[in-house]
Structure formats: structure tokens, C-alpha cells
């Protein structure tokens, strides 16, 4: 593919997830134009992005078949919105999130694309409905949210506005499997999406149980790490519960359905995650690791490459 003919991909806004999904594209050999508002920020995220991409070459973690300097290459910085929109197909908005401030990108952005662009927004709060409710051709637009760190969690969410087009969810399925993310779809929007959701009831009832004195903090967590979270790494829950009896989910069900339907019943009510009960859970917590940016760092580093290890393990198989 010439350089004049690579499709170019707009990524809005610099900071964490703008830089990983500019890492993201360029690995499949997308052209990329980082924009951000503040001046110099997108030069800056560029340095970032050199420095991240050659660590994961030296790592043997580099995705995609270029070269760490051929995906830099790939990746420019503006801080014209018109210029870093110009002949793109498709558009990643990575601003904070703050309703407002995505809706008026937007109208800004559709103001200075052709009909057919495709306007994405990472989102993992705010529904399609909300986020692209000042936006003329709704048609175009669907929220790709992706799980962090995106570059070793590949698994992005796509979930349409009511007016999405099914070729614009096609177009950025297609997309997001050929840079080596994971899309899954969602029929239709719901608050939280689908991985929040279920990421809600585990946070819930994980801490009803460290709050009722029935675990530690510590052991909750490798219930997670050490047991649930073992086989889902590979197979998710429906696939688990189909292996788990000799005839598969429906036999599961019929053994053990009545007893998770006992055990949901008997969960107690959404907790109060800042009230005066919660001390005791985030001291405990802070106790195994202090909250202070030293300690958190490097916990983070310490988790993100376990996740690189794991991704080239699921790579591997």
C-alpha cells in the first residue's frame, strides 16, 4: 500500500486512550492524524507513542508487520481540527467524559466532514442517544468503547445510536478485527454497555461479601485472579456453564439452576461504595498496596506486563 493511498484514521484528543488507539490503528497500517486542543500536547503524545512502541518491539510485543519507526512514521499531530480531519474515513473521539464537551466535538466534526465519515466515540458512561444527540446524520455515528489498556486488551464494544446505519456497525466491526482489537456488538445501547454491567455485579457483590466480614480484600480478589478469572481469560461464563454438564447449558440448568437462583436471592442490596462502611474495605486495600503514585505505578507496570504476557499467550493458542 503507497503512502497515497493509506486510509487515514482522526484520533481526538492525545491523552491515554487517544495514544492507544493511534498505536492501535497504525499497527494495521492505518494513517493516523492525532488532534488535540491544547498546542503541543499532540507533538508530545507522538514522543510517547515512539518511546511505548519501541519498548513493546524490544518486548517482541509490537503489533502488526511494520517496524516500530514505520508505525511512528504513520502517526502526525495537528492542532487544527479542519487539518487533522481532512481525508479521514473515520474518527475516534477520546475526549474526557463529560457529556458536553462530546456533544460540541461532535457538531464541531460534523461540520467539517464529508456524510459519509464514520464519527466513533470511546465512551465507557454515556450512551449514543446522549453523545451524538446535537449531530445532524446520526446515521454515521456508534460508540467503540474499548477496555484499558487497549493496545493488550483487545475487546472494544461497539453499540449503536437507535439511528445507527447496520453498514456503519459492518464497517467498524471490519475495521476494528483487521487492526487486531476484538469487537463484539450490542443490539442497542444500555446504560453501562455490557462490560460494565457485568464488571457491576462483580464489584457489587465482591464487596458485600469483604463488608459482611465473610472475606478479606486480599482473598477476594484471588477468588477473581487465581479461580473465576482463570477459565474466563480463555472461555467466557455461557461457554463455561455448556462444558460444566455432560449434556451441555441445558442439562447445567436443570442441575444447578435452582441453586444460583437461591444464592441470587440472597444478595444483598447495591452497597454504598463512599459511605462510612467503605473506610474499612479501602483501608484494608491500601494496607496491601498504598494508594500513593509511587506504589500505584508500579503496581500498574507490574499489570500491564502481565497483560502483555497473557495476550501472547491467547496469541500463541
Known sequence: MSSSDTKIITVIGSGLIGRSWAMVFASGGYSVKIYDNQPGQSTKAIVEIKKQLQELEDAQMLRGEATALQQVALISSYDDL???????FFVQECVFEQLE???????DIERLVGKDVILSSSTSCLVPSNVFSKVQNRSRCLVSHP???????KLVELVPHPETA???MDT???LMTKVGQAPVRLRKEIDGFALN???????AESWRLVQDGIISVKDIDLVMSEGLGMRYAFIGPMETMHLNAPEGLEDYMKRYGPGIQRVLTSFGPVPDFCGEGSKGIINEMCELIPSDEQHLSARK?????L?????????DH
Open 166 to 168: 447496520p453498514a456503519v
Open 197 to 203: 454491567r457485568v464488571q457491576a455485579a462483580i464489584i
Open 307 to 315: 497483560l502483555m504476557g497473557l495476550a501472547k499467550l491467547k496469541k
Open 301 to 305: 507496570d507490574r499489570r500491564d506486563q
Open 147 to 153: 477496555v484499558n489498556p487497549p493496545y493488550y486488551v
Open 172 to 174: 467498524t466491526h471490519t
Open 101 to 107: 464537551v462530546k456533544q460540541s466535538i461532535f457538531q
Open 82 to 88: 479542519s487539518q487533522a480531519l481532512e481525508g479521514a
